[in-house]
């Protein structure tokens, strides 16, 4: 299959909507997977009518399970395809939303961190087998989520191998909201009202005071 059809794109007004579509690898990312999505990301970001990105994984098994391990090692000639990727979205301007319905591992919890708001199901569970894998995180990864979670947390998570469950990751903050599977598309959906019907250079100004002023 082609990345193009592993990475779904749906565009709903204001609302573009990127969806993971791998359930039988567990919506696990190839390299081409992440160029496209930075593509993506990329895109969005000089869109003057978007005001919302949504991302999600196909199925109701997994939101993301981080790197296909079959590609985690691969030798890259030039910038990294992950950090290219998730500094793409992070650059997107406009309301970012990680609508996590299922477990979110690794790369998964790249992009969920990458984004201004993360609502999950009561199945999800958080983690990032970084030591175990024998790869490091983005600087932005751990400053984030040391951020969210605390000190302590954080290196359960990356030191200890730690996999965190919705109820916890929402009572640290690493998740925004915990809502049934059945109400997290409305639950999404409300969240992006405002921005949604938001004028765009307002918009935008308001979220990059949120960043402290950074893209």
């Given amino acids: 299959m082609s990345a193009g059809s592993l990475i779904l794109t749906r565009r709903e007004g204001a609302c573009l909507t990127v969806t993971i579509n791998r359930p039988d ?6 390299t081409e997977m992440l160029t496209a999505l930075r593509d993506i990301f990329r895109t969005a970001a000089s869109d003057d009518g978007l005001r919302v990105v949504l991302i999600t994984g196909a199925g109701e098994r997994v939101f993301c399970a981080g790197a296909d391990l079959n ?6 000639n030039g910038p990294d395809p992950w950090d290219e990727m998730a500094a793409a979205l992070r ?3 406009v309301l970012t939303v990680a609508a996590i319905n299922g477990p979110c591992i690794g790369g998964g919890l790249t992009l969920a961190l990458g984004c201004d708001i993360r ?6 569970r958080f983690s990032y087998p970084v030591l175990k894998n024998k790869v490091l995180p983005g600087q932005y990864d751990v400053d984030t989520l040391t951020a969210l979670a605390g000190t302590g947390r954080s290196a359960a998570i990356l030191l200890g191998g730690a996999a965190v469950s919705a109820e916890d990751a929402a009572a640290w903050g690493l998740a925004d909201r915990m809502v049934s599977r059945d109400a997290l598309e409305e639950t999404c ?10 004028e765009g250079a307002h918009l935008k100004t308001l979220k990059s005071m949120l960043k402290g002023g950074s893209s």
């Fill in 25 to 30: 690898k567990a919506n696990s990312l190839t």
């Fill in 71 to 76: 590609t985690l090692y691969d030798v890259q």
């Fill in 91 to 93: 650059a997107v301007p």
């Fill in 119 to 124: 609502v999950c199901v009561p199945e999800a």
């Fill in 189 to 198: 959906r409300s969240l992006c009202a405002t921005a949604l019907a938001a």
